[in-house]
């Protein structure tokens, strides 16, 4: 049985979702503080531990279970990409829109719609950096990545 529960791709999905939730929990609370012009841990204390927390721990098991550190860099890339681009969406079309669209396309969205309203209205005013700084993260961690898996396989 535990060798089901703790199998390489149920740890290795565990730790990728535990890495996107983080990210995701951390960028509302990160532009909440910035807006307020204070410091993160102070705003959300638990928001921002457990986000914190949440980024660790996957990492930790991502590294494990990677094997090398160009894959390592990659998935990372990946994960912090999605969550500033889905901050970015939000930001330039503007909530209204970004919703009418997905209750027309996205089934289900209107018992996700709460948590996505609190998300947008917590953290667009100041997400489009934020974001955007996710974006570039993400785009060189793939980069390094990418660079690293070259390196490696050419030795």
Request: hydrophobic content about 55%.
């Amino acid at each position: 049985m535990f060798d089901r529960l703790f199998s390489h791709g149920t740890l290795h999905t565990a730790a990728h979702l535990g890495f996107f939730s983080g990210t995701g929990m951390l960028l509302p609370v990160l532009g909440k503080a910035w807006q307020l012009h204070i410091k993160p841990w102070l705003y959300s204390p638990y928001g921002f531990y457990v986000a914190l927390g949440l980024i660790l721990v996957s990492l930790i098991i991502i590294a494990f279970l990677a094997g090398s550190a160009s894959k390592l860099l990659r998935s990372v890339g990946w994960l912090v990409l999605v969550p500033g681009v889905i901050a970015l969406i939000f930001t330039a079309f503007g909530q209204a829109n970004v919703f009418d669209w997905a209750e027309q396309h996205v089934t289900g969205f209107v018992a996700f719609e709460p948590i996505a309203n609190f998300f947008v209205v917590h953290s667009v005013p100041t997400t489009a950096v934020l974001g955007g700084l996710y974006v570039l993260i993400g785009i060189c961690c793939l980069w390094v990545g990418g660079k690293l898996h070259k390196a490696a396989s050419f030795i």
